[in-house]
Nanobody, 114 residues
Framework: QVQLVESGGGLVQPGGSLRLSCAAS????????MGWYRQAPGKERELVAS??????TYADSVKGRFTISKDNAKNTVYLQMNSLKPEDTAVYYC?????????WGEGTLVTVSS
C-alpha cells in the first residue's frame, strides 16, 4: 500500500508554469509505475505522464511542455508544467501502480485562465 499527497496546484495565466508534487508514504524505488493523470470537467480521466520500468510516457497534448521527474530520496514525483494552456485546466491526480493495484491521491486543481 501507499498513500499519495499532491500539492502545487493553483490559478495561473496562459503561458505560465506550475510544478506539482506527489509525496508518497513509502519508498518509491520498488513501485512498478508512477505518474500523473488529469480529469477536466465533463471528461474522463486521462494519462498525462508516467514512469514505468525503463520508460517515460507523455500524452501527445503535453509533449514538449510538461516534464515528469522524481526524487527517490524524498519519495516524491514531480510534474513541471510550462507553457500552460486553458485546456490544461483539470484536477491532477498522482497514481501509483503496485503489482496491478492502482492507488490515487486526492488530486490538486490546476486552473489556467486570464
Amino acid at each position: 500500500q501507499v498513500q499519495l499527497v499532491e500539492s502545487g496546484g493553483g490559478l495561473v495565466q496562459p503561458g505560465g508554469s506550475l510544478r506539482l508534487s506527489c509525496a508518497a508514504s513509502r519508498t518509491i524505488l520498488s513501485i512498478n509505475a508512477m505518474g500523473w493523470y488529469r480529469q477536466a470537467p465533463g471528461k474522463e480521466r486521462e494519462l498525462v505522464a508516467s514512469f514505468t520500468t525503463g520508460r517515460v510516457t507523455y500524452a501527445d497534448s503535453v509533449k514538449g511542455r510538461f516534464t515528469i521527474s522524481k526524487d527517490n530520496a524524498k519519495n516524491t514525483v514531480y510534474l513541471q508544467m510550462n507553457s500552460l494552456k486553458p485546456e490544461d485546466t483539470a484536477v491532477y491526480y498522482c497514481n501509483a501502480n503496485i503489482w496491478g493495484i492502482d492507488y490515487w491521491g486526492e488530486g490538486t486543481l490546476v486552473t489556467v485562465s486570464s
